[in-house]
């Protein structure tokens, strides 16, 4: 058996973990119902007993290269601490990585969450064999990560890929970063949270007044399954939607020209409900997508489907394909795998 | 001596020759009144006397590695001929590399224009020494160039760093590329311009209406110079003007996360009337900006000032620079030349 790595997702819900092979073949995957909330200490524990559990049944049959972790929040790469993160509450200023290398004997590698989704895609999802892309993760806000050549692109401190808080309408609504309209102001499950509340109290949206009054959980999908249902309302939120995601998209091809960006996040799900807008809104405002784009953006969305922009030797002729993400939550344990994979002084 | 090369910028106005050692010394410059508009083949006849005159005349005191042309458009690596070019008309579809390459019996490289000025600015500029850092090039438009770990990054085909067609205004004004809102339509020459003729037309700025019934030659430098002299009508303008750049900026940041953004071209020198609102609005609009900028960001304009992003090891503490541009309009000149250095097999 090839040597494996274990991955491991630190959401703010559930704490995932995977032993990977490196060729990317699924050994195991543990979901434990461990709540971040509480508390570090007590998460660090049940991480490592998890990993410790996995490497052990898997290590007679192939080399244990070592754990990745994606995490909610800005990392110092240097240190292994996180630096800032808003769901991690008591985790920043504590040596995360060290801890954890110290309990388990093997290497780790700490990442930001947005990053080994993007790894993950592109090592066995959308991405496939792409070297330079990107994906937007559209979940309760908008996470980002950058890979090129293969590798994520940090920036100078790790800070790259914030494709969150790019600022889509100068004028527009607050957001918790201090700026004002922010892209997940505009294209996350929280703005359609957002916009669904504003357009019932304005009290022309009935479909919407009645969902919200009889499903305690009411949210971004309870829009959505009234937008696919034909609510004009609905339907104009992920329109919307679309609009501002296009905006958002249409700087970064202007900026990057990457062969892919890949949409991935829960609200990734609502494509049919928002991909037309988004693509219309990228091609009228992206000069670099006008001219690269593929006859029917929409077909590249199959899965398998095809992918020019790898297909061809000639760069001219190259396109730029938009894309949902394939491996839905699984890309960041992925991801997570394949770094602590590339990081083993073993490989 | 050391070896050298030739760097070479096709403007739209003027054709400027440098012979340049791979060191970065000047040896010689020479401007030609050589108009673009009078067509391919006479520009290419007088670019190639001039480089050979250059090259003989140097190459006998070291070797000549090869010459680097920056122009104005998008160009097919691959082929070397330029794919889009709105200032070069007759220049799409003719193979120039290999045609000068034929006529010099030398290698030759052709790159975009804001690209080798990014790249002189990192060889001998503002960047000297910062390995990840970006230009924006303001002019009539507004140019685009990404350095990454020492080398341009041209994207899937050559296309990145089109910054000038980021929207910064979705419903704004309507700009060539077929977009709206695009960021050269609030931060280029020919916006300042606009803004000043709507000025005068809603009668409301007498200085600006006496400067351009005075003025022939009224332009973007005329409204600079009733800006600095406290003309309100000219700040409110550089004041949109640094807002704007700002918000296109705080989207490179939040992007990138690079060392370093240089702002050049002519509109540069009118810093002091723009960059105080560019700052303000970087800061308030970019999280990574806010965590990452220096103390005082506008000390860093001073040449030879202080750049913590490159004198510190801990990558923590790397501040984001954003600079005005050292090497003027002789940026491109020297990109150019470090290009065809980097180019040359015999290096």
């Avoid at 609504?173 to 505009?186: H, I, L, S, V």
């Avoid at 890949?262 to 807008?277: K, T, Y």
Wanted: proline share 4%; with cysteine; charged share 20%.
């Amino acid at each position: 058996m090839p040597a494996f790595s274990i991955g491991v997702d630190l959401g703010g819900t559930n704490l995932r973990i995977a032993a990977v092979t490196s060729e990317g073949q699924l050994l195991e995957k543990i979901t434990l119902g461990t709540q971040v909330i509480r508390g570090r200490d007590q998460v660090i524990q049940e991480m490592c007993d998890a990993i410790q559990q996995l490497s052990g049944k898997y290590r007679s049959s192939g080399r244990f290269l070592g754990a990745g972790i994606g995490v909610p929040g800005i990392i110092d790469m240097a240190t292994g601490m996180l630096r800032k993160s808003a769901n991690l509450p008591g985790w920043e200023e504590y040596p995360v990585r060290a801890e954890i290398e110290r309990r388990l004997g093997a290497p780790v590698v700490l990442e930001n969450d947005a990053n080994v989704a993007a790894l993950g895609e592109q090592w066995l999802g959308a991405a496939r064999d792409v070297p330079n892309m990107a994906v937007i993760t559209l979940g309760t806000g908008i996470g980002g990560g950058i890979v090129i050549k293969g590798k994520i692109w940090h920036g100078m401190n790790g800070m790259a890929g914030e494709f969150g808080h790019v600022t889509v309408e100068p004028e527009g609504y607050p957001c918790g970063c201090g700026n004002r309209g922010c892209a997940e102001q505009y294209a996350s499950a929280s703005s359609i949270l957002r916009m669904a509340r504003e357009a019932i109290a304005g009290g022309k949206a009935p479909g919407l007044a009645r969902a919200a009054s009889s499903d305690p959980e009411f949210g971004a999908k309870s829009v959505y399954n009234l937008a696919i249902q034909g609510d004009q309302p609905a339907r104009h939120i992920f329109r919307s939607f679309g609009r501002y995601l296009g905006i958002l998209l249409a700087g970064l091809v202007n900026v990057l020209n990457l062969d892919m960006y890949v949409i991935g996040g829960g609200v990734s799900s609502a494509w049919d409900a928002f991909a037309a807008n988004m693509f219309a809104e990228l091609r009228e405002r992206s000069l670099v997508y006008a001219v690269t784009a593929p006859h029917d953006p929409l077909t590249t969305d199959v899965p398998g489907g095809k992918r020019s922009s790898t297909e061809t030797d000639d760069v001219s002729q190259r396109v730029t394909i938009v894309t949902r993400a394939l491996l839905g939550s699984d890309a960041g344990l992925y991801g997570a795998a394949v770094l602590a994979s590339q990081n083993s002084p073993d490989r």
